[in-house]
Structures are given as structure tokens and as C-alpha cells.
């Protein structure tokens, strides 16, 4: 789900009070326009440019229209019907309370809670009542209730994709799913109708998105629009899977309101999705240096190798292990060798993005490079020891030593059994003087340098 540019109008008379909340909401919030208006007149002009703001907010008192009228005037225009409308008082909760839900009023803020409370009240009412942004797939047999729904979608904001047929619906979904399609073609919601001309019904849809995709609820709303409230029916469309439905002809309000409320529970799996996947993401990396944890290569090795068997690709699996590390740590202090450990994470990182970086184990770390020949693997490795040589992390001067092994050479290995082969062509390059790189061969490793001459 894309994130668009946030636009709100700020209706107030004081200049003051208009550049200060302009200025902390573009402080605080990312990708937001601010339009600020001194009265109701330049309000309504805006308005009648047909600007589209996602949120409206207006004193009670201005200089020329009182703020519950402007109100009314804004739910009277076509385009901004439905846009939130937030009212800044200091005096005169009684009456909104009286008047404000016939206006129109969305909301109200208490304006001597001051400036910094009123934006944080609108960062969290903007994330309570997000717009309607989102990718439809419509499914609709029918071209003239197509091209009315469709309008009245599109009037909104959404993107909105339409087939009639189920079948068409299952080839957009499987692309998705298979990863043939890009991330960007994949929907928020569905809105089909139930009753579908063809072999598929709406009905069959429903059911292929949720035993043949797997898409949760969550994961992937349905809406359904059914030419019947019988409730026998109305029963017969929940147990096939759909969140909702609304009934022909369609009533614009109710309509955007149910499909606001798929797209708000479609935001909240994608959050919560996003921070479960955070968390696997923080309690897998080495807190220190910012590679991958040994834990994750634990849980994880396997997997690698068998992927890279089942593509026919080679892997390799690289050691490193910071030369006489101890002496600087003993001589310079842990916190000094504690940086130079970060800064060699952060070069590893940068050098592989695409690979899995691990901390082996102090100061060892470990490489997994996928679908990599060993003559490749052995160019990264002398790469990298060169960069780290002319590093210089927290002024220190510092070497590697490096073994690699591959799958070409060991073709029975396990990850397990692979890094020990590279271990062992590790301990080879230290017995050889440090500083440079062994392959591991079945013959005994050999030394990269000496290869190279």
C-alpha cells in the first residue's frame, strides 16, 4: 500500500496561529502540503478549484463566516463531502456539542491545549482516519454497474483495476502470488460482485482467495456487492470468505465506508506484518556490528544450500578472522576494539548487501555466497582483504585472514561441513603468515596469493 502526499487546509484569522501549525507540521510529519487560509473566503476558493485535501481544520471564530457555517458549506461541495473537518475552539464546547454533528464536524480540539498539542492531535487523528488510498481489483460483469462503481472509486482516490470475469481476477492473483508480477501490481482489497456470469462465480473467487492463495481476512479484504438482503444469502457470502458485502444499487456513502474499513484492517496486517518481520529482523543481527547473528545462520544455513542444490548453483562460504585481535584489545582496550569490530561490520555490510553477512563468533566472521563460483569467491576475498587492510578502523591498523570453500570442491558438504573446510583453510593462512587468503581443496588448502603468481 503506497503512501501519498498528506494536504490539509489550515482555515484560521490569526497569522500567527497559521505559520506556527504550518511550520510543526511540516516539521513533524513526512510528506505533508499545508495550505493555509485566513478566512472562509479564500477556504471556499480553494474548495472551488477543485483542490482535493485529505483534512480540513478551522476556527470556530473567523473574520468573515462563522467556522460551523464554513462547515456546512464544505459538506455541501461534491469533492470534499466526505473530507474530515476538525474545529478549533477555546470556548465553546457547549455549542458544538449541540450543533457540530449537524454541521458536519468530524472533530474538535481544544485549542488552549496550545500549538504542539493541536499537531500531535493531528498526526493522531490522520492516523486513526487515514484516507482512502489503495489498489482495487474490481470484478464486475456488468458494464454499466462497472462504470458507475468504478467512477465513484476513482472520485475517492483509489486505483482501481477491473475484469469481469473470476477467471481474469485468478490470473492477476497468481502473478502476484508466484512472484510474476511486480510488487506493484498486487491489491489492497477485492470488490466483486457474487453473482458472475462465466464458469467461476463470485462465490468460487472467494473461495479460490482463500484455499488456493491462503490470503487471510487480514491479508486480503473482500467486498462483495450481491442484488439481494435476504439474510439466508447474506450468510451464504461470510461463509465463503467475504469481510463485507452491500447490496444493488449501490449507496455511495455506505460504499465507501465499508471499503474504508477493509483498508484500514489491510493497513493494520501490513503494520503488524512490518514490525513482526523488524523484530525477526533485530533479534537475528549482531547488536554490535550490525551483520547477521550466528543464530540466523543456524536457522537459516540449511535452507541456503538447499535452495542453491535445488537451482543447480554453487555456494560458497567464506571465514574471516581479524588478525592478532587480542593485542588490541589488550593493549588499546575492548572499547577500541569494540569499534574496530562495528566499523569492519558496517564495511561488510556495504561491500555485500545481497549476501549473508554473519558474526561467527568474536572476531570472526563469515560469508554465504550464492550461486558463486570459487574463482569469484576468491576475488571477494582478496577484495575484501584489501579493504579492510587500508581501513584503518579507530586508527588501528588492522589485517585479515581469510578461508573459503565451495560446493564445487565439496559437493556432499552440509553448510556445516563446508565452514569447516573454510575454517580449516583459515587456520592454513595464519600458519602462512596471516594476512592473506586459502581456498580449501581436497588435495589441502591452497594459498589465493600464491595462485595469483
Not at 576494539?337 to 562495528?342: E, I, P, S, T
Not at 569467491?377 to 584489501?386: D, G
Amino acid at each position: 500500500m503506497s503512501q501519498k502526499q498528506t494536504s490539509i487546509m489550515v482555515v484560521d484569522g490569526s497569522e500567527v496561529s497559521r505559520t506556527i501549525i504550518g511550520r510543526i507540521l511540516e516539521n513533524e510529519m513526512n510528506n505533508v502540503s499545508i495550505t493555509s487560509c485566513a478566512n472562509a473566503e479564500e477556504a471556499l476558493e480553494h474548495l472551488g478549484n477543485w483542490e482535493r485535501f485529505d483534512l480540513i481544520t478551522t476556527s470556530l471564530m473567523l473574520p468573515d463566516l462563522d467556522g460551523l457555517d464554513l462547515c456546512r458549506k464544505i459538506r455541501s461541495s461534491e469533492r470534499h463531502h466526505y473530507t474530515p473537518v476538525i474545529v478549533v475552539s477555546g470556548d465553546a464546547d457547549s455549542r458544538l456539542l449541540r450543533e457540530g454533528f449537524a454541521a458536519g464536524v468530524t472533530d474538535y480540539f481544544d485549542k488552549s491545549s496550545g500549538y504542539k498539542a493541536f499537531v500531535e492531535f493531528i498526526k493522531s487523528f490522520l492516523q486513526r482516519n487515514s484516507g482512502l488510498v489503495g489498489k482495487i481489483l474490481y470484478v464486475e460483469d456488468s458494464p454499466t454497474a462497472a462504470a458507475i462503481t468504478r467512477r465513484i472509486m476513482e472520485k475517492h482516490g483509489l486505483k482501481v483495476v477491473h475484469v469481469t470475469h473470476a477467471e481474469q481476477a485468478l490470473e492477476l492473483l497468481e502473478g502476484v502470488s508466484n512472484g510474476w508480477a511486480d510488487k506493484e501490481d498486487g491489491f489492497d482489497i477485492i470488490v466483486t460482485d457474487f453473482f458472475l456470469k462465466g464458469k467461476l462465480t463470485g462465490g468460487d473467487l472467494l473461495h479460490a482467495i482463500r484455499t488456493r492463495f491462503h490470503y487471510s481476512q487480514q491479508e486480503m479484504p473482500v467486498l462483495v456487492i450481491t442484488v439481494t438482503d435476504n439474510q439466508k444469502k447474506q450468510a451464504e457470502v461470510f461463509h465463503a470468505g467475504a469481510n463485507d458485502f452491500v447490496t444493488k444499487p449501490i449507496f455511495e456513502e455506505i460504499f465507501i465506508a465499508r471499503i474504508r474499513s477493509l483498508l484500514l484492517i489491510k493497513q493494520q496486517f501490513i503494520a503488524l506484518k512490518h514490525q513482526a518481520e523488524e523484530m525477526s529482523r533485530l533479534a537475528s543481527t549482531d547488536s554490535l556490528t550490525g551483520v547477521r547473528s550466528k543464530r540466523y545462520l543456524l536457522d537459516n544455513g540449511k535452507r541456503i544450500l538447499t535452495t542453491c542444490a535445488k537451482k543447480q548453483q554453487p555456494l560458497s562460504a567464506l571465514i574471516m578472522d581479524i588478525d592478532h585481535f587480542k593485542r588490541i584489545n589488550d593493549l588499546l582496550g575492548h572499547l577500541t576494539g569494540d569499534h574496530v569490530l562495528a566499523a569492519i561490520g558496517e564495511l561488510l555490510n556495504q561491500l555485500f548487501p545481497d549476501d549473508v553477512v554473519v558474526r561467527f563468533g568474536g572476531e570472526e566472521f563469515s560469508i554465504i555466497f550464492s550461486n558463486i563460483r570459487p574463482e569469484q569467491a576468491m576475488q571477494h576475498a582478496e577484495k575484501l582483504r584489501y579493504e579492510i587492510e587500508a581501513l584503518s578502523p579507530a586508527n588501528v591498523d588492522v589485517t585479515v585472514s581469510i578461508g573459503v570453500a565451495s560446493t564445487l570442491e565439496y559437493p556432499n558438504a552440509d553448510i556445516t561441513k563446508l565452514l569447516a573446510q573454510a575454517d580449516k583453510a583459515l587456520y592454513a593462512a595464519k600458519e602462512r603468515g596471516r594476512n592473506r587468503v586459502c581456498v580449501a581443496r581436497t588435495e589441502g588448502p591452497e594459498d589465493v596469493q600464491a595462485l595469483a603468481s
